[in-house]
């Protein structure tokens, strides 16, 4: 559950530790691992607004969190304007690093996606990209096991 919290594993280091490491159930493994990448997930959607208004007071946090909403909506408005929270879910699905609920609650706070809809878009990408990594992670110890 630790190591799904932690920003870099997330459930996608998470799982893999689960199964391989301490021989877990699979299906502990997932839910402990979803259990775990959700518990920062409410403290960030509510929180990162907050801190970055008080952070924007000072001149170099300004200019970071200018650069960041510029950058990220010329890149991505198009897509999160078009599939809005649906594209928030399958950004947070694919189980590839840089793309977990850490950072869908980043791209939920830069898009100006509300709580109420960020939430379950977040849960819902966690929770599919939480079978992708338990079928590959499983699939590749059953492979590894007959050779």
Same mark, same amino acid.
């Given at each position: 559950m630790i190591i799904g919290a932690l920003p /870099? @594993?997330?459930? =996608? +280091?998470?799982?893999?530790?689960a199964l391989g490491v301490y021989g877990m159930h699979p299906v502990s493994a997932f839910i402990f691992a979803v259990m775990g990448n959700m518990l920062p997930v409410i403290p960030l959607l509510l929180f990162l607004d907050p801190v970055s208004t008080y952070l924007r007071r000072y001149a170099i946090f300004e200019k970071f969190f200018s650069w960041l909403f510029g =950058? *990220?909506?010329?890149?991505?408005?198009? =897509? @999160?304007?078009?599939? +809005?929270t649906l594209a928030l879910t399958l950004f947070v699905a694919v189980p590839l690093p840089v793309t977990g609920a850490w950072t869908g609650c980043a791209a939920a706070f830069v898009f100006g996606i509300k709580f109420r809809h960020s939430l379950?878009?977040?849960?819902? +990408?966690?929770?599919?990209?939480?079978?992708?990594?338990? /079928? /590959? *992670?499983?699939a590749g110890m059953g492979l590894l096991a007959i050779i």
């Open positions: /870099v @594993f997330e459930l =996608r +280091g998470a799982i893999p530790i =950058r *990220t909506q010329r890149n991505h408005s198009e =897509r @999160f304007e078009k599939y +809005g379950p878009a977040i849960f819902s +990408g966690v929770l599919i990209a939480g079978l992708i990594v338990s /079928v /590959v *992670t499983l």
